[in-house]
């Protein structure tokens, strides 16, 4: 499987190569909407200027490092039959999917974390302060966030199977995920009752979490809680991935492609 993988790996990396403008555009536009709130809240806030620029720059790179948009790859997929092409292949399909998160990511962490190095030599607020501690916890907070989005991602993307546009529900969930994930604002800025859901509801352990513990917002049992809640719902995620392939397989009547 572990060669099986590097093969997946190296495939991917040259897909994302030939195909590097419109990656480079992807990129660039994902960043836009967290810098576009970046600069509103400076301007609402500007005594927390400097708190909001580190906030948000770690939400570019926390928000990329964890995407996923396998949705709407299944959905066009298996609405349009070709999804019955990865059915044939020595490899589950899920395992593709992982490949390509992967290569993506680590290609935009490449570039990403020397852009941020560089500033934070000019602008001191862009400098983390963390313990290696807190370092280790943050990286596995990230790692679980990225499990977690692209588990729900592939998920609703089964959906399609009984769905006839599954991205169109996908885009209701990414609009709650959009302001309890902080990705809007930081999860203390929103009303008590939505900053209490927000801590046993899935999305703020996608993104928000692992910046509260490069900031030191989240620490001893909040800490605990935390990585439990979202091993709880990685739990589930898995057991409904299971569940929806199955179901699938008998639904799927592998037209088209």
Not at 79 to 102: K, M, Y
Not at 150 to 170: I, M, N, P, Q, R
Request: hydrophobic share 60%.
């Amino acid at each position: 499987m572990i060669r099986k993988y590097i093969a997946l790996l190296r495939m991917k990396y040259i897909e994302m190569l030939a195909y590097r403008l419109a990656t480079f555009v992807w990129m660039t536009g994902a960043i836009t909407q967290p810098l576009i709130t970046m600069f509103v809240w400076m301007n609402i806030h500007p005594e927390e200027s400097e708190s909001f620029l580190f906030y948000f720059m770690a939400v570019i790179f926390v928000e990329r490092m964890t995407s996923a948009w396998d949705v709407w790859e299944l959905d066009r997929e298996i609405r349009e039959g070709t999804f019955s092409n990865l059915l044939l292949r020595p490899v589950h399909p899920i395992h593709w999917a992982i490949a390509e998160n992967i290569v993506y990511k680590w290609l935009f962490a490449v570039i990403l974390a020397p852009v941020w190095l560089v500033g934070a030599v000019f602008w001191p607020p862009l400098r983390p302060h963390m313990t290696a501690g807190q370092a280790v916890l943050f990286l596995a907070a990230v790692v679980l966030g990225a499990a977690l989005r692209f588990l729900l991602s592939y998920s609703c993307g089964l959906l399609a199977f009984w769905v006839t546009k599954v991205a169109a529900v996908y885009g209701v969930i990414d609009v709650i995920s959009l302001f309890l994930s902080g990705r809007i604002a930081p999860l203390e800025m929103l009303p008590p009752a939505l900053r209490e859901w927000s801590e046993w509801l899935p999305f703020r352990y996608m993104i928000s979490f692992p910046i509260e513990i490069a900031t030191g917002a989240a620490d001893g049992g909040e800490l605990a809680r935390g990585f439990a809640v979202a091993a709880g719902w990685m739990a589930v995620f898995v057991a409904g991935v299971q569940w929806l392939w199955k179901a699938g397989m008998r639904k799927n009547q592998a037209v088209g492609g």
